[in-house]
């Protein structure tokens, strides 16, 4: 299928060309048809799939229908809400790129920065609006938002703002809007809560799934090392220096995780820094600038704040931490191995990470390979607690690694 056989406005038909984008992909070829017939749709898909055009193309090739070429005073015609600021920032620059050739305009709010240029580009009036929800809601308790004129709602990453305690805000928000919206709901996974947002929320909505989030990229390469908690950092360093890695996102649980790992690869002169809630946003939009721009070669994220970020071709993805939610390690391993290009993914797994492992093998229904070459493997072997110190070499008996490997000869019971 082309874009041209989607009935698409010719001047949006020219930004796709200028944008190089050939055909649509899977998510496109489904719901660009939904959304343009006028039907509510409920959309499986996870970020990398092209779901953002999938609902950006058919909202701005209907508004240009609607509003036309006028210049008349702008209402907010569509909303689209969304978990982070760092989405919210890279739908609204899909917005711009691919109706550069209409005169639909949008722009994008968040929280954590002042209101006030945000209320003036509000007030002049703008076509499609972005949002996270708490300065969604702030904005329109101060009568700043008119969602009276809304022809579409968009509820993206769904299940992101389930997680994050947005929930109740999202449903609020629903209720602002008129009863007559298109409303389109997209999520990478089905949680019962989305199912139950969208049986009370949506009318009669068409489905539409891709990739299922239990399916990893096949061009995805995984291994995972076992290695000591305490060693995690050292091991990262050797990987880097010796597969020459100098593109690669890191995940880590915490934000204080993060800055460790930064702190370390820093002090071994790799360029690397961090991305997470703790940053202000124009901290974290320069990182994540300098990291596109290949200035910056190892991006350490948190899963919160690495959720969105939109990059092309990225050829290797570590979980310093593995996940305790195995579908979050489908979503960060995504994120290499895009657009036909290969990947590899990474994972660090301590002892006490191993059920996280177990878990994630169930998902993928794929056993990940062990790397056991490299210098600073986790005992596979549970130690005999029976078992008496060899005294007969102090030496030995003083470097916990060589105990380890007399243990390991011993005693065959691996640890997981
Ligand atoms: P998303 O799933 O919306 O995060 O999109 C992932 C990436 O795919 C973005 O960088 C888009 O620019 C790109 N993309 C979206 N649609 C197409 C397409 N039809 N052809 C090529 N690239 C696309």
Same mark, same amino acid.
């Given at each position: 299928?082309?874009?041209?056989?989607?009935?698409?406005?010719?001047?949006?038909?020219?930004?796709?060309?200028?944008?190089?984008?050939?055909?649509?992909?899977?998510?496109?070829?489904?719901?660009?048809?939904?959304?343009?017939?006028?039907?509510?749709?409920?959309?499986?898909?996870?970020?990398?799939?092209?779901?953002?055009?999938?609902?950006?193309?058919?909202?701005?090739?209907?508004?240009?229908?609607?509003?036309?070429?006028?210049?008349? /005073? #702008?209402? =907010?015609?569509? !909303?689209?809400? @969304? +978990?982070? *600021?760092? %989405?919210?920032?890279?739908?609204?620059?899909?917005?711009?790129?691919?109706?550069?050739?209409?005169?639909?305009?949008?722009?994008?709010?968040?929280?954590?920065?002042?209101?006030?240029?945000?209320?003036?580009?509000? /007030? #002049?009036? =703008?076509?499609? !609006?972005?949002? @996270? +929800?708490? *300065?969604? %809601?702030?904005?329109?308790?101060?009568?700043?938002?008119?969602?009276?004129?809304?022809?579409?709602?968009?509820?993206?990453?769904?299940?992101?703002?389930?997680?994050?305690?947005?929930?109740?805000?999202?449903?609020?928000?629903?209720?602002?809007?008129?009863?007559?919206?298109?409303?389109?709901?997209?999520?990478?996974?089905?949680?019962?809560?989305?199912?139950?947002?969208?049986?009370?929320?949506?009318?009669?909505?068409?489905?539409?799934?891709?990739?299922?989030?239990?399916?990893?990229?096949?061009?995805?390469?995984?291994?995972?090392?076992?290695?000591?908690?305490?060693?995690?950092?050292?091991?990262?360093?050797?990987?880097?220096?010796?597969?020459?890695?100098?593109?690669?996102?890191?995940?880590?649980?915490?934000?204080?995780?993060?800055?460790?790992?930064?702190?370390?690869?820093?002090?071994?002169?790799?360029?690397?820094?961090?991305?997470?809630?703790?940053?202000?946003?124009?901290?974290?939009?320069?990182?994540?600038?300098?990291?596109?721009?290949?200035?910056?070669?190892?991006?350490?994220?948190?899963?919160?704040?690495?959720?969105?970020?939109?990059?092309?071709?990225?050829?290797?993805?570590?979980?310093?931490?593995?996940?305790?939610?195995?579908?979050?390690?489908?979503?960060?391993?995504?994120?290499?191995?895009?657009?036909?290009?290969?990947?590899?993914?990474?994972?660090?797994?301590?002892?006490?990470?191993?059920?996280?492992?177990?878990?994630?093998?169930?998902?993928?229904?794929?056993?990940?390979?062990?790397?056991?070459?490299?210098?600073?493997?986790?005992?596979?072997?549970?130690?005999?607690?029976?078992?008496?110190?060899?005294?007969?070499?102090?030496?030995?008996?003083?470097?916990?690694?060589?105990?380890?490997?007399?243990?390991?000869?011993?005693?065959?019971?691996?640890?997981?």
């Amino acid at each position: 299928m082309t874009f041209s056989e989607l009935n698409l406005l010719k001047n949006i038909q020219q930004s796709l060309i200028e944008e190089g984008y050939e055909n649509p992909t899977p998510i496109q070829e489904q719901a660009i048809p939904i959304i343009l017939e006028g039907t509510d749709l409920v959309g499986c898909a996870q970020t990398g799939t092209g779901k953002t055009a999938a609902f950006a193309i058919p909202i701005i090739n209907t508004l240009h229908r609607i509003v036309g070429s006028s210049n008349k /005073k #702008k209402y =907010i015609r569509t !909303l689209v809400v @969304t +978990p982070t *600021r760092e %989405l919210a920032i890279q739908i609204d620059e899909s917005f711009n790129t691919y109706g550069k050739y209409t005169n639909i305009r949008s722009m994008v709010i968040f929280g954590g920065v002042s209101q006030v240029p945000q209320v003036d580009q509000l /007030k #002049k009036g =703008i076509d499609i !609006l972005i949002a @996270t +929800p708490g *300065r969604l %809601l702030d904005l329109h308790k101060q009568g700043f938002i008119d969602l009276d004129h809304l022809h579409f709602l968009v509820l993206d990453e769904a299940d992101q703002m389930l997680d994050m305690g947005f929930i109740n805000d999202v449903k609020k928000i629903i209720k602002l809007t008129p009863d007559n919206r298109q409303t389109l709901l997209f999520s990478a996974t089905m949680p019962i809560a989305i199912r139950e947002l969208a049986d009370s929320f949506l009318t009669k909505p068409k489905y539409v799934s891709v990739t299922p989030i239990s399916s990893t990229a096949e061009n995805v390469k995984q291994k995972v090392y076992f290695v000591g908690k305490e060693d995690k950092r050292k091991l990262l360093y050797h990987i880097i220096r010796n597969d020459k890695i100098n593109n690669a996102l890191v995940f880590t649980r915490t934000k204080h995780g993060a800055d460790n790992v930064v702190k370390a690869l820093k002090k071994n002169g790799v360029s690397a820094e961090a991305i997470h809630g703790d940053k202000s946003q124009n901290a974290r939009q320069r990182v994540l600038e300098g990291f596109k721009n290949n200035e910056i070669s190892i991006l350490v994220a948190t899963d919160i704040a690495a959720r969105g970020i939109d990059i092309e071709s990225l050829p290797y993805v570590v979980n310093f931490d593995l996940p305790n939610i195995p579908e979050t390690y489908v979503h960060r391993i995504g994120r290499t191995g895009r657009a036909g290009n290969s990947g590899m993914a990474i994972s660090f797994c301590a002892k006490d990470e191993k059920p996280y492992l177990q878990d994630i093998e169930k998902l993928i229904r794929l056993k990940v390979k062990i790397e056991e070459d490299h210098p600073y493997p986790y005992s596979l072997v549970e130690p005999d607690p029976e078992a008496k110190p060899d005294l007969r070499n102090k030496n030995k008996a003083k470097n916990p690694n060589a105990r380890k490997s007399e243990v390991s000869k011993k005693n065959k019971k691996r640890w997981y």
